[in-house]
């Protein structure tokens, strides 16, 4: 994708995936490397997740062509994985309306 909007005073912006669909929200916290500022136009690859409010949003990012920064051996994300929420989400929704999705035929 490419960065199509940067705030650079709030540390927030918005990509817009190589496939045309709707932009993703992206925080400099999602960066994988920090040294370089985002920049309006740069190439980015990414991995797409779901924020703590359920909104897509991109993570892991790194300016394309790139590989990401070694890390000290702990490779352990800071954020849960996408499918660890959906089954929280899933396990919240069925507390919430039991059977709501179950058929039930005579």
């Known amino acids: 994708g490419k960065i199509v909007s940067w705030n650079q005073n709030k540390g927030f912006g918005f990509i817009m995936p190589s496939d045309g669909s709707s ?5 400099i916290s999602a960066f994988m490397n920090r040294t370089q500022q985002p920049k309006v136009n740069h ?12 909104r897509s949003c991109a ?6 062509g ?3 920064p070694k890390t000290n ?10 499918s660890l929420l ?21």
């Open 23 to 27: 932009r993703i929200f992206v925080h």
């Open 43 to 54: 190439v980015v690859s990414y991995s797409l997740s779901i924020d703590k409010h359920g």
């Open 59 to 64: 993570d892991r990012v790194t300016k394309a």
């Open 66 to 68: 790139t590989k990401p």
């Open 73 to 82: 051996g702990n490779t352990k994300s800071s954020k849960p994985p996408c």
């Open 86 to 106: 959906l089954l929280a989400y899933l396990f919240y929704w069925e507390q919430l309306h039991p059977f709501s999705y179950r058929y039930i035929s005579d």
